[in-house]
């Protein structure tokens, strides 16, 4: 909230917008030259634009021909250097705080009123007003005097409010009080005359009127429940009641129209107006104090006399609900009982209904079980008998139909298996003599390769042998020599690896089975 209004200069225009909104007070914001010419200049958005050529003001020209001295915000080139932005008006509302002191009422005591007033600077080509009004703001009117005739004309205004009331009633004036209460407080005729004077107040340029004028001698009927508030004071309580009908936006309303009035013409339209605080002086806010108290005491010992009577009431009624809460119940247990035996014997006499009811089902059913039975027990006899009546055709008929197949398939089998015989032994005879025409031609070479074979065969024993380590060879066939030779290769071996093999052993024996076979030759 603003408590001045003011104009500065800025270095450049880009830096205005960041400072309307950072500076409460700032309407107006003249751009210095820049250091350096250039062809062009910028104009942001959220401010009114003037721009002039050598110190006069230059419209702008919409493409449509019309002409305007507010330009649009943007990039505008190319202009010469001494065509510039020389004045920045904001566009946003501004608040205004103008508290007016030492105000007088209708019973001369001083009150001080705090007001805060928002306006905003006409110009909007858009809602249908005229551009010049910025202009005429900028070089007539200019921010002091705006701030200077606000706080003349609202401190005159208030004035004549505060001196209009009495102290009683000078905080009804605040704003945003609410009708709905008051219209539920006030009674409807004299409330809805109160409301009709304020309309024609609105529609007319006088102030306006008390309320407990608008509402007449009649006293106000507020507060229907006496026993919690009392008979005494209403006088104070109808006073403050008319206060608040009085205060139901009809100032606020009534001093923006007053003050529109003056200064739409200049370009500057009032927006709205708060009366925020009333401050009355400290001894009579203790008197209006001590006095609330004693009457909220006084409502409370009566409403504790109250509460104490309401709960002898109640007690009193809780005892005889009680006793007529027994008596009753002591009828509806004996009426009870005896319905409860009127029904025991009602249903008594239809458990035996029932029961024979039960009896004659239950004999019926079994009859009827019965005979469905014999019927089925017949029906699933002639079922059985025509199945198996069908069974044995069928199998008779099977076995006929599969011995005609047997025979078929027989010597079908049979015929197929001689055919397959004859073929096979014409197939035995040309492979045999196929056979032998090839042995005749094959014989001779059969024999080389057979032969080949053999001789190959040889030098593979050969090899074998020649690769053999163990092979002693012998330039004799005696049998007795070879043996001799062996045996003695194998114990000289024995001898080698200090070890008497399996083979060393045999060769012991065949030596000495050979020199006992040479005694027995000599002694024969």
Known sequence: MATALYSDEIASVDAATERFSSDKGLVLLRPRRPCCAALYFTIPSGCYALVSRHGADEEYIYPDGTKSIVWPPGLHYPHPPWVRVSNLVTHQAIVLDLPVKACKTKDNVTVNIDIALAF??????????????????????????????????????????????????????????????????????????????IAEEKQGDAPPTPATDRLGATPIPTHRDETLVGRSDKEDRDAAMAATAAGVD??????????????????????????????????IESQMEEKTKVISKNAQQRMFHSANMQNTRMEEEVVTLLQTFEETKIR??????EKINEEKVKLN??????????????????????????????DVQR???????????????????????????????????AEASLTAEKNRANASRVL????????PYL???????????????????ALN????????????????????????????????????????????????????????
């Open 383 to 417: 079922i059985i008998s025509r199945k198996e009546e069908a069974i044995a055709t069928m199998k008779a008929e099977a076995e006929k139909e599969a011995a005609q197949l047997q025979a078929t398939a027989k010597l079908e089998a049979e015929k197929k298996l």
């Open 469 to 524: 380590q163990n092979l002693i060879l012998c330039d004799t066939d005696d049998n007795a020599a070879n043996l001799v030779a062996v045996a003695d290769s194998i114990l000289s071996d024995s001898d080698n690896s200090g070890h008497l093999s399996r083979s060393a052993v045999m060769a012991q024996l065949s030596l000495m089975n050979q020199g006992s076979s040479g005694l027995f030759l000599r002694a024969d």
């Open 436 to 443: 032998a025409n090839a042995e005749g031609v094959m014989a």
């Open 447 to 465: 024999a080389k390769k057979n032969a080949h074979i053999t001789n190959l065969k040889q030098i593979d024993v050969y090899r074998s042998l």
């Open 120 to 197: 905003r600077i006409m110009g909007d080509a858009e809602r249908g007003e005229d551009p010049d009004l910025v202009r005429k703001f900028v070089h007539e009117l200019k921010p002091r005097g705006l701030e200077q005739q606000l706080r003349d004309a609202q401190d005159e205004a208030v004035r004549a409010l505060a001196r209009s009331l009495k102290h009683t009633e000078i905080y009804g004036i605040r704003s945003g009080e609410n009708l709905k209460h008051i219209r539920q407080s006030v009674a409807g005729a004299s409330f809805d005359a109160a409301v009709e004077s």
């Open 332 to 337: 509806e247990e004996t009426a009870g009982i």
């Open 250 to 283: 009809a100032v606020s309303d009534y001093m923006k129209r007053r003050l529109n009035r003056q200064f739409m013409p200049q370009g500057v339209e009032i927006l709205s107006i708060m009366i925020e605080s009333c401050r009355l002086p400290k001894e």
């Open 349 to 378: 006499d239809a458990i035996a209904g029932a029961q024979k009811s039960v009896a004659a089902i239950r004999e019926e059913a079994s009859s009827k079980i019965q005979k469905l039975r014999a019927e089925n027990s017949l």
